[in-house]
Nanobody, 124 residues
Framework: VQLQASGGGLVQAGGSLRLSCAAP????????MGWFRQAPGKEREFVAA????????YYADSVKGRFTITRDNAKNTLYLRMNSLKPEDTAVYYC??????????????????WGQGTQVTVSA
């Protein structure tokens, strides 16, 4: 599965962005999809995940209520809508795919496929 993230950019605090992750191919709908981010000098961290149908979503506490993960299986595309952005949201954002979540959830980094990342910078 090839993943290509886009939509990053520079935004002021309080602003919004929508990230997209294109996944060409007929198997997109069979994967759990997730977003992770990595800030300079920090480890990659989980942001959000969505199951194959879009019916179940999972969020990190730091983004709950501000970010929304969705998917459009007809378009083979994953989205991350980010509202009320904060400077601490500045990071490179990666989309990722896995066949199923572990017994402990979807927030571990053991995804099978990763996109190249898109930079999000939030100015104060």
């Amino acid at each position: 599965v090839q993943l290509q993230a886009s939509g990053g950019g520079l935004v002021q605090a309080g602003g919004s962005l929508r990230l997209s992750c294109a996944a060409p191919g007929r198997t997109f709908s069979s994967y759990v999809m997730g977003w992770f981010r990595q800030a300079p000098g920090k480890e990659r961290e989980f942001v959000a995940a969505v199951n194959w149908s879009g019916g179940a979503t999972y969020y990190a506490d730091s983004v709950k209520g501000r970010f929304t993960i969705t998917r459009d299986n007809a378009k083979n595309t994953l989205y991350l809508r980010m509202n009320s952005l904060k400077p601490e949201d500045t990071a490179v954002y990666y989309c990722a795919a896995r066949s199923h979540c572990s017994a402990y959830g979807c927030n571990d980094p053991n995804y099978d496929y990763w996109g190249q990342g898109t930079q999000v910078t939030v100015s104060a």
